[in-house]
DNA sequence: GGGAGTAATTGACCTAACTCAAAGTGTTCT
DNA sequence: AGAACACTTTGAGTTAGGTCAATTACTCCC
């Protein structure tokens, strides 16, 4: 059974209407190029797909799609940062996901039926995407086979991370899962430890890790007093995660 | 960063090997080409792979691949049910999924790379799978690339769910996660109250929704003399999914 | 059918984490 | 620069839910 959407009070900002601006600057291009899902494109494509896509400025906080809403684009992230979130019935507000630069996101409502959002989108801070209509990018693929395979792994990599968060999330106490979450957060190969930047503010940390911002903090200030991170605003230095982990165990 | 797995004690049962026999009972082939990743395929495509692949009994418990084993295969459920788990460094294990007969799973490792499995699968009763190779479904899927639409479809169908169950998971406390679970369970359309049957056992719901046995009993009796629920056994009669919404907002 | 083993329930206790409140620290806007 | 606002931290009190232990109910075998 589906839940009914119900609250929708908090958010007075209007949802954005496109501002028209190429995109030809080169350092987004080579972005663009760069991701799973347009890499396998030859030049002519890639070229035809832009043209019909639109380059949109998003201001703090600013909402670019809700929950519901018929998906007709799906984005790729040019600069700034993105949050997913959901509402629900109570106007609780869940954030399931951070998007930074060179990521793409509602790209799996292409082959939703009907393709409707499955959650809110905003920035975070002032933010440039790429609005690329689904349609564009579907012709594509049918008019190209060969593109599908480059999608399929996306997509099937994707469906892999469901085991991953679902795994930090059966942990059930608040500590391990923060520590679990800072773990993932490291660098593969960081062993001897690394920093790592918080993709969200820590109170959006925290809702996402199911805990209160004030359990975020104590959890932190305590690790902190032990000498397992040391912490500079959204950035932690992770000096020994072996420990750590062993301490979540 | 990856987080090593050091805990293997549990399982002495060993790794099935497969148990040759045709898959050619009506039942069977009509589940398999009612599968969204089958249905599409035309009658010697479909007998093509089946004949490729392999089908497998499984005793109660028995494990069928064990996480970061090479995967060389995805499965289809013929019978029976299966569950997806992890076991974290200190040995805990955490339930990720069920599968039902008509259910594909590790399918989404088709695209991994390298390609290994991301969770150990059990049967939780005796089941039979069909084991179906991962190369033989890629060459054809490459062959033929109109398939290919339909295998997008279902992979991102998959990762929308990714959304959902966080939604769930990061509600913060249990009785709430527990009623969202069993509304989720309900069959679409069942405003009028219905019956859910547990896809797990107790204990293992409990697990999947990060809380203890003993809470998720203790929330089911208060739940139950409440009116709210009737039990028995592992199917729950829900009479008014409504007023249940209302109490967990 | 009886015994072993597993799953579920119930009770008592205790602690992790929530709530509310207030103060401190940044950040943005004018 | 200063005001307004949002985010973070800290403290105190409370409670949801975890832990441990004991009982009951199932299930699977022999």
């Not at 080169?26 to 639109?54: C, M, N, T, V, Y």
């Not at 190209?144 to 892999?160: E, F, I, T, W």
């Amino acid at each position: 059974m589906a839940l009914t959407q119900t609250a929708e009070t908090r958010y007075t900002k209007p949802v954005l209407v496109a501002v028209n601006k190429p995109f030809d600057d080169e350092d987004g291009l080579k972005a663009l190029r760069s991701h799973p899902l347009f890499s396998e494109l030859d030049g002519k494509d890639l070229q035809h797909l832009i043209q019909q896509s639109r380059r949109i400025r998003l201001g703090h906080h600013q909402l670019l799609y809700r929950q519901d809403m018929p998906a007709h684009h799906f984005f790729f992230v040019i600069s700034g940062r993105l949050r997913l979130y959901r509402l629900d019935s109570s106007g609780i507000d869940r954030t399931l996901d951070s998007i930074a630069p060179g990521d793409c996101f509602a790209e799996v409502m292409i082959y939703a039926d009907p393709p409707r959002y499955a959650c809110y989108a905003e920035a975070l801070k002032s933010s440039e995407v790429l609005m690329i209509p689904v349609k564009a990018y579907q012709d594509m693929l049918e008019s190209n086979p060969k593109y599908a395979q480059a999608a399929l792994r996306h997509y099937a990599k994707r469906a892999v991370s469901r085991f991953h968060d679902l795994e930090i999330m059966t942990v059930q106490n608040a500590r391990d899962r923060l520590i679990r979450y800072l773990i993932d957060l490291l660098p593969n190969g960081a062993e001897e430890g690394g920093e790592v930047e918080l993709p969200l503010p820590k109170c959006l940390v925290a809702s996402r890790l199911a805990m209160q911002p004030e359990t975020f903090s104590r959890i932190l200030a305590d690790l902190k007093s032990n000498g397992l991170v040391r912490v500079n605003r959204s950035r932690l230095f992770i000096s020994d995660p072996q420990r750590l982990i062993e301490i979540s165990q």
